[in-house]
């Protein structure tokens, strides 16, 4: 598992075997494997240090208090491992299932241990033994054989297996290229996964990108301004809303029907999961040899003074969108503070423009699209620049002079790669919003506002 770092790709194949049973014994199997960790984690009391906040004429200063915490240690000890296996085949052995299924309980085992103690120490879970509730066995490459296209798995040593034939898989091309990694065997389907490396070579260019609620702006001085529209995104959750708002009313009055309003908001969740997938899959694949910056959104409470606007829904599917991005390409989070509301060129406080989506510097004057100012706010950030004239014209601007030569030369806009001609219905990046126009799943264009800014600075400077 260790080396290269690498993306895992997952596809599913149907089948029809029954493997109730398999599943239910390697359910039980790895409850028992989590049940013995658990029994056998150590609670050490510690002190640990915390904020509040207080308002102090204006300004938030946050103070330290300190209280005491039960931290769980989980056992990781070779002798306690061995005894744990141990008593897992002892256990396993009466089903007659290869002996392979007890390591990948214990590293699944492990690892749900471990991000439940993740999560705890952030105050997230309670102290509460996690329990399995799907049903899944994983196979790891010991108990599987590939060969012309078929993938055996071994059930029960000489005495059970099952084929699957992937010849005529969609995906058999990745498959040519890459390894296969893990398969998950679940009651309808076998997920294949392939490992396929991540680039390690150093990145070319870095891209700082601001989430907005009908947006995500990008921007980079060689590439520019790049927006990518959100509103399929909005629209699904808009629509949604309404469906969903109309059934609850119903349900009040009709308890019956409850079900149904939870319903909705699954599907509206797998709706939108799935086009954050192609969003992000998009991204990564338009800039693949990018690092690209965006805000820490965890941090994003500490510092609420902004973007009250934006209500959950469009977080959520922020922090989606960062989080796929971490596993699709090499990601650097920013701290999200004031990215909004500083001037990128001289640091000093931007005043949002009522009606016109631009911000203005109340002490250079510099002039932006409040969404680009974001951008460049945060791809200063990334870079580890300060807002600064100086620093602006040599890191922002005058990287930009070969793209503004280009721009002139071809006097329009220029749509980049990949994203197809007529996605943007219009020329102009501050038309406002709406939720009833449908457009394309992505419409990603360089808007070269290059010489826009260029012109800006120019004249402030
Ligand atoms: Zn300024």
């Known amino acids: 598992m260790q080396g290269k770092p690498c993306q895992v790709l997952s596809y599913s194949v149907r089948h029809g075997y029954d493997v109730k049973d398999l599943l239910s014994s390697y359910a039980g199997l790895l409850q028992r494997a989590i049940d013995i960790i658990w029994d056998n984690i150590k609670w050490v009391e510690r002190r ?85 509730k799907r049903r899944f066995v994983r196979i790891d490459k010991m108990t599987y054989r590939f060969r012309d296209w078929r993938i055996r798995v071994t059930v029960k040593p000489y005495k059970q297996y099952l084929e699957f034939d992937l010849s005529k898989a969609w995906f058999r091309k990745k498959m040519e290229r890459y390894d296969l990694g893990e398969l998950i065997l679940r009651e309808n389907d076998l997920i294949v996964t392939i490992r396929k490396p991540i680039d390690d070579r150093k990145p070319q260019i870095r891209i700082g990108w601001d989430l907005n609620k ?103 599917n922020w922090k989606q ?17 004031k990215t909004s509301s500083t001037c990128p060129m001289c640091g000093g406080e931007v005043k949002l ?16 699209d409040r969404q680009l100012c974001g951008s460049i706010n945060i791809y200063l950030k990334m870079c580890g620049l300060p807002q600064r004239p100086s620093t602006f014209y040599r890191a922002v601007i005058r990287k930009m002079i070969p793209r503004l030569k280009m721009h002139m030369r071809s006097l329009g806009r220029v749509t980049a790669k990949g994203a197809e001609s007529n996605d943007m219905p219009s020329m102009n990046p501050r038309e406002g919003p709406s939720p009833m126009k449908l457009k394309p799943t992505l419409s990603t264009t360089v808007l070269l506002s290059i010489s826009y800014i260029y012109n800006m600075a120019c004249t402030t400077m």
Request: proline share 4%; hydrophobic share 30%.
């Open 48 to 132: 640990q240090k915390n904020f509040y906040m207080v308002e102090d004429s204006g300004r938030r200063v946050f103070k330290p208090y300190y209280t005491k915490r039960q931290i769980p240690v989980i056992p990781k000890s070779s002798a306690f491992k061995k005894n744990l296996r141990d008593t897992l085949i002892r256990d396993w052995a009466s089903t007659g299932y290869a002996a392979h299924y007890v390591d990948t309980a214990i590293a699944i085992a492990y690892s749900i241990i471990k991000s439940w103690r993740k999560n705890y120490m952030k105050g997230l879970r309670r102290r509460k033994k996690p329990v399995i």
């Open 214 to 316: 009908y947006s995500i702006d990008g921007f980079s001085p060689k590439l520019g301004w790049i927006k990518i529209d959100l509103n399929r995104l909005y629209h699904i959750h808009r629509v949604h809303e309404i469906k969903r708002q109309r059934a609850q009313s119903a349900a009040s009055k009709k308890p019956s029907i409850r079900g149904i309003v939870s319903r909705h908001g699954e599907r509206e969740r797998n709706r939108a999961k799935d086009l954050v997938h192609k969003i992000t899959s998009t991204i990564a694949k338009m800039f693949p040899n990018a690092l690209h910056g965006f805000e820490n959104l965890n941090k994003h409470n500490m510092y609420s003074e902004s973007r009250k606007h934006n209500r959950d829904i469009s977080k959520q």
């Open 321 to 337: 969108i960062t989080g796929y991005m971490t596993y699709k390409a090499r990601v650097r989070l920013v701290d999200p503070r």
């Open 353 to 368: 423009r009522k009606g016109r989506g631009e911000v203005r510097c109340t002490a250079c004057g510099l002039t932006l």
